[in-house]
Nanobody, 124 residues
Framework: QVQLVESGGGLVQAGGSLRLSCVAS????????MGWFRQAPGKEREFVSA????????DYADSVKGRFTISRDNAKNTVYLQMNSLKPEDTALYYC?????????????????WGQGTQVTVSS
């Protein structure tokens, strides 16, 4: 059974930083693309970032490019999202997701496995 457990969310002032972590279990981790998505109240879940199994390829939504950094440690079955220069519009529930694909993708449908989410709130 595949499980994803996120942590690291919280309340931070605008301009601050947070690092989200996602620990994966139940399936060989180091061959899967991993992604981060977020969902704000009243909005659809949107793509934030993705990373290939080797970490060599990353992808970012335009809204977070230059501020967020995705990384992974396959030895620890963990993917991270370092978020800097946070803005109030970054406030959302952040989800970790796991894809069986070997190339990064922004499509939610390509991620069959999801965590329960961790809340990020950025105050102005």
């Amino acid at each position: 059974q595949v499980q994803l457990v996120e942590s690291g969310g919280g309340l931070v002032q605008a301009g601050g930083s947070l690092r989200l972590s996602c620990v994966a279990s139940g399936r060989t981790f180091n061959r899967d693309v991993m992604g981060w998505f977020r969902q704000a109240p009243g909005k659809e879940r949107e793509f934030v970032s993705a990373i290939s199994w080797s970490g060599a390829t990353t992808d970012y939504a335009d809204s977070v490019k230059g501020r967020f950094t995705i990384s992974r440690d396959n030895a620890k079955n963990t993917v991270y999202l370092q978020m800097n220069s946070l803005k109030p519009e970054d406030t959302a529930l952040y989800y970790c997701a796991r894809s069986g694909r070997i190339t990064t993708t922004r499509s939610r449908d390509a991620y069959p496995y999801w965590g329960q989410g961790t809340q990020v709130t950025v105050s102005s």
